[in-house]
């Protein structure tokens, strides 16, 4: 059982944090609907979205996934993509 601070730290949390419902629930839709058409069923889309948490990076890999490109090569323009990430944190 929660506390009454705890309770109310949460409700505060969860209320700073809604504003990114609006940019994450379409970005997941549009992922889910992707992923779907592109022949994946809901465990390997889950598991590639809890493993892969970079969106550029998902939509990348599912595209090349659809074209029936090697393993390898999905990996590295997954990595390429987000490589643009190291130059932010420079």
């Known amino acids: 059982m929660l506390m009454p601070e705890s309770k109310s730290s949460f409700w ?23 992923a779907t058409e592109a022949g994946l069923n809901l465990l390997e889309t889950m598991t590639m979205t809890v493993l892969v948490i970079a969106g550029a990076a998902q939509f990348t890999a ?9 393993t390898i090569i999905v990996i590295i323009a997954a990595l390429a993509v987000n490589l643009r990430m190291a130059m932010y944190s420079a």
């Open 62 to 70: 599912l595209a090349l996934l659809e074209d029936q490109a090697p």
């Open 12 to 34: 505060s949390g969860f209320r700073d944090c809604s504003p990114f419902i609006l940019v994450v629930a379409p970005f997941g839709l549009l992922f889910g609907a992707i």
